[in-house]
């Protein structure tokens, strides 16, 4: 069907890359482009031989004259940007110079400032809708997933939904005394910022990790789970009729919590630059640079994660709660693809994603979050690829 240009090879890439390679009707051929063109090499190694077609290059994801003439070469279908949140609006930027559609699984951030907002992707939609292609912003998990739960719960559950609540645990025990799931630097700035929630039309701020409560969380247990700003709130609370109050939820251990605060209290996770023997170093550049590797955590991992939303709200004039939820086993993950769950749960939905813009189904000329399309074609690819939901009609809410 045709071909997708796939730029980073961390760990949500070399999932979505397996995943790509099951789903070879679709993903016929694939480049995948990196700064570090060994790692790609290493992943096409692994996979060549089935029926997707692999090639690799270096590529300097914010050098926009480097991937327009990439994208000229190969003319792939649709750019999958599965590098980092500093790069989204460059490559946005190619896109729209070789008129090819684009998706990524999280919104731009500047380098210098943690903030996660979509004014940056969203001012594109005009020029987007000009050229006739289309931007598909956050297919992961969460954004992603709990987004097309989300327009799911509106289409078929509700008249309006009023409160939801994204519960994102991860019960995953890798052995470590302190290490991220994901990309180190994103995770910290994610997790140390302010916490925020969207509340009768206006953001409620918090300090960090304020706003603790304990949820029995189905196939998981009892988690202690804190209160985070994450991207979605932003755009359900504009997409989702009815919408009173969305808040986010996300489970941390103790150890985990108890190294935060002690590296937050030394300065190790600053993004202020600072002198170094002469050299300009940013503090949290550096501990990433002495974390684990997230990719390295699969192996070590068990446990299983735990990600949905639980909806309130009215159809027919009556009260309606739902809960939707995937549970994601890590080693299950690492068997099939040799990566953790929290890699996995981004990568599928950043191959499904691509392969609904690729297909049609989801194509409109335009800058979109998940939720302003149809849910159920992604709603049933989450189940055959390798993602299956649950659902509860009467599901312990969160105070
Ligand atoms: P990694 O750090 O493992 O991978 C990032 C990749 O991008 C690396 O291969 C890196 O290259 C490459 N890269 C970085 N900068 C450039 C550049 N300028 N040019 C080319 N390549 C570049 O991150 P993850 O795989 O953990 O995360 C990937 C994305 O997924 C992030 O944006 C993250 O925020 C998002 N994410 C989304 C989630 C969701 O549910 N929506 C959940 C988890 C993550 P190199 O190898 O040289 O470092």
Not at 56 to 65: G, L, M, P, S, Y
Not at 74 to 96: G, H
Not at 319 to 325: G, Q
Not at 340 to 369: C, D, E, F, H, R
């Amino acid at each position: 069907m045709g071909r997708a240009l796939i730029i980073g090879c961390g760990g949500v890439a070399s999932v979505a890359i397996h995943k790509c390679c099951q789903n070879s009707d679709v993903f016929e051929e694939i480049m995948i482009a990196s700064r570090t063109k060994s790692k790609c090499d290493q992943i096409k190694s692994k996979l060549e031989g089935g029926k997707t077609i692999i090639h690799t290059a270096k590529v300097d994801a914010d050098n926009i004259e480097e991937m327009v003439s990439l994208i000229n070469s190969f003319k792939p279908d649709i750019v999958m940007n599965l590098a980092l949140p500093y790069n989204d609006l460059n490559i946005m930027e190619a896109c729209l110079k070789t008129k090819t559609h684009y998706m990524d699984t999280a919104n731009y951030e500047p380098i210098d400032t943690a903030k996660f907002e979509y004014k940056w992707q969203w001012a594109y939609r005009e020029k987007f809708e000009k050229a006739g292609i289309t931007a598909l912003l956050g297919s992961g998990f969460d954004p992603g997933v709990t987004s097309v739960f989300s327009a799911y719960a509106l289409k078929h559950y509700f008249d309006e939904i009023n409160y939801i609540d994204i519960l994102d645990a991860n019960a995953g025990d890798h052995g470590y005394p302190f290490a991220t799931n994901f990309n180190p630097e994103i995770n910290i700035r994610e997790v140390s910022a302010k916490g925020s929630y969207w509340e009768k039309g206006k953001w409620v701020e918090t300090e960090p990790m304020e706003i603790k409560r304990v949820y029995k969380f189905p196939e998981i247990g009892e988690k202690d789970m804190y209160l985070l700003h994450h991207e979605e709130l932003e755009s359900l609370a504009q997409n989702i009729k009815g919408i009173k109050r969305i808040r986010f939820f996300m489970t941390f251990g103790q150890s985990y919590l108890t190294h935060l605060k002690c590296l937050e209290n030394v300065g190790m996770t600053s993004i202020i630059p600072i002198d170094f023997e002469g050299k300009k170093i940013v503090p949290l550049q550096f501990l990433k640079a002495v974390l684990p590797d997230p990719a390295s955590l699969g192996p070590r991992t068990k446990g299983k994660t735990n990600i949905g939303c639980i909806f309130v709200g009215k159809k027919q004039g009556k009260d309606v709660s739902y809960y939707i939820y995937n549970v994601c086993d890590h080693q299950e993950c690492y068997r099939e693809v040799g990566s953790q769950a929290i890699s996995y749960t981004t990568g599928v939905p950043a191959m499904i994603g691509a392969m609904l813009v690729m297909t049609g189904v989801w194509q409109k000329p335009g800058v979109y979050n998940m939720e302003e399309f149809d849910p159920d074609p992604f709603m049933s690819a989450l189940n055959k690829w390798g993602l299956p939901w649950k659902e509860d009609f009467n599901p312990e809410l969160v105070d």
